[in-house]
């Protein structure tokens, strides 16, 4: 039942900007596990490793990770301007 607890943190933590800017500023697995007691969800370190072994086990979870991971990186989620940044094309051949 407390994996499910840290899946229904995780969740809820996404929606809330309080929680989740106390978690982005949490510097460890036991300060996350601190936040989340704080906020009446019951779970140990324990359980959130059960949680990510889980999640590791899901197929397409590396996948569906990336592809967020590159969503919020993007050029259009930063400073850059809207052409974004021009890939390298190489050293100019040398006669």
Do not use: C, R, W
Not at 73 to 83: E, K, L, M, N
Request: proline content about 5%.
């Amino acid at each position: 039942m407390s994996k499910e607890n840290v899946f229904t943190f995780l969740t809820n933590a996404a929606k809330d900007e309080q929680l989740k800017s106390q978690l982005e500023n949490a510097a460890n697995q036991a300060e996350v596990v601190d936040v989340a007691n704080e906020a009446g969800y019951q779970f140990s370190s324990e359980n959130v490793d059960e949680a990510l072994n889980h999640l590791k086990k899901e197929p397409g979870f590396f996948g569906a990770l990336a592809e967020a991971v590159l969503e919020i990186f993007s050029p259009s989620h930063d400073d850059y301007p809207a052409t974004g940044i021009q890939p390298f094309s190489g050293d100019t051949p040398s006669k």
